[in-house]
């Protein structure tokens, strides 16, 4: 069975010959292990906010990390939706932080060396009337893509016959960039036609820049559509807000991708179980990363959802920087056995792999993971 075969049967909740794989990295964690693989064909992904890249080859000319591991997913897209595509402005920095004002003019100070969440400082968009002035800078454009990196990832991906995925965000994810999650949730109560005003630009902006790639050829298999919208102790908003606010965008741009009968992975860290309801009728087929420190478990989940609904993820990271190899089988054995039943679980970690997961303990988790999550 291809790659392509085994992700698409997976999201279609029929048989397959094993569980799909696909992860997610720390940036720390990747360049340590490209370090110790020591291979001149793989190029590493992430950056940090600010960095200096010139001593970094440009992404997209070299394998990914994913493609190194055998992985059956490959990600393309990532509009640029900033409004003004422009280079930070560095307002303050130190040895260990640089604090940025970039294109949304939104101030965020970040880690230097590592990556993380940045703290926020400021949002430059703070009333209707100073959205309505920049609002028309939110124009879909081919030069919002990143060609040089993803046309190569693409051809790869279609040669090696993966499951190719549109990647990208939704409104959640866009408006935090811009308003911040702290006046965005104000606004909700406070000024819902603002808001709205707000998610439906946005909702337009996503679905004309996936038009705009399709229509110059990243024809996907799939959506892997990226919106943080809870942390460890459950959603952002009441699902009555996520219905009133979020779950109309939602659906209008996974519409979209099942029109072209493709399938949606839904990535949200936290502990989203309040919302999964909404969020299958929004048209979500599989969820990820499932972070089990938020309380998810695909223990529990596939039994109630297992039928309507994918997994992808749940292995906890604490466990893996153990590196004790028995209680990662025990951690990959427990979760696996009570999603495979459904045929629609894909492996991941349940957040990125963190420094700590040695490289040899990585390498024999993938394995296991092939040996454990056969069918046949």
């Not at 490209?34 to 992904?45: H, M, T």
């Not at 992985?71 to 422009?86: H, K, S």
């Not at 102790?233 to 659906?251: A, L």
Request: one cysteine or more.
């Amino acid at each position: 069975m291809t790659p392509k075969e085994r992700v698409a049967r997976c999201l279609a909740r029929k048989p397959h010959d094993r569980v799909p794989m696909f992860d997610w990295y720390w940036m720390e964690t990747e360049r340590d292990y490209l370090r110790q693989i020591n291979d001149p064909r793989i190029a590493p992904e992430f950056r940090t906010p600010g960095e200096d890249e010139r001593h970094l080859p440009p992404r997209g000319i070299g394998l990914t990390i994913w493609e190194y591991f055998g992985f059956d997913l490959m990600q393309v897209g990532w509009p640029d939706q900033r409004l003004r595509m422009i280079d930070p402005v560095i307002v303050q920095q130190s040895d260990d932080w640089v604090t940025l004002r970039d294109g949304n003019d939104a101030t965020l100070r970040w880690w230097k060396h590592k990556m993380g969440t940045p703290e926020h400082l400021g949002f430059g968009i703070d009333s209707p009337e100073k959205w309505r002035a920049v609002r028309h800078l939110l124009t879909p454009s081919a030069d919002r893509i990143r060609w040089t990196e993803f046309t190569p990832k693409y051809q790869r991906a279609r040669a090696s016959d993966l499951f190719v995925c549109y990647a990208g965000v939704e409104i959640i994810e866009s408006v935090k960039d811009l308003l911040g999650h702290e006046q965005m949730l104000k606004a909700m109560l406070k000024q819902p036609d603002w808001l709205h005003d707000v998610f439906d630009a946005y909702t337009r902006f996503l679905i004309s820049m996936f038009e705009l790639a399709e229509a110059e050829g990243l024809r996907c298999d799939g959506a892997f559509i990226y919106g943080d919208m809870a942390y460890k102790n459950g959603p952002f908003m009441s699902p009555r807000h996520y219905r009133e606010f979020v779950f109309p965008y939602h659906k209008r741009l996974f519409d979209q991708f099942h029109k072209r009968d493709m399938p949606v992975i839904f990535h949200s860290d936290g502990d989203i179980r309040l919302v999964l309801e909404d969020l299958i009728a929004a048209g979500v087929d599989m969820i990820n990363p499932m972070e089990s420190r938020a309380g998810m478990t695909v223990r529990e989940l596939a039994s109630k959802y297992g039928r309507r609904l994918g997994f992808c993820g749940n292995i906890d990271v604490t466990v893996l920087t153990t590196n004790d190899h028995d209680a990662i089988r025990d951690e990959l054995r427990a979760k696996m056995q009570a999603a495979m039943p459904y045929h629609g679980y894909m492996y991941h970690s349940d957040h990125s792999i963190p420094p700590g997961v040695t490289l040899e303990t990585y390498r024999w988790l993938l394995e296991e993971v092939r040996r454990l999550g056969r069918y046949e």
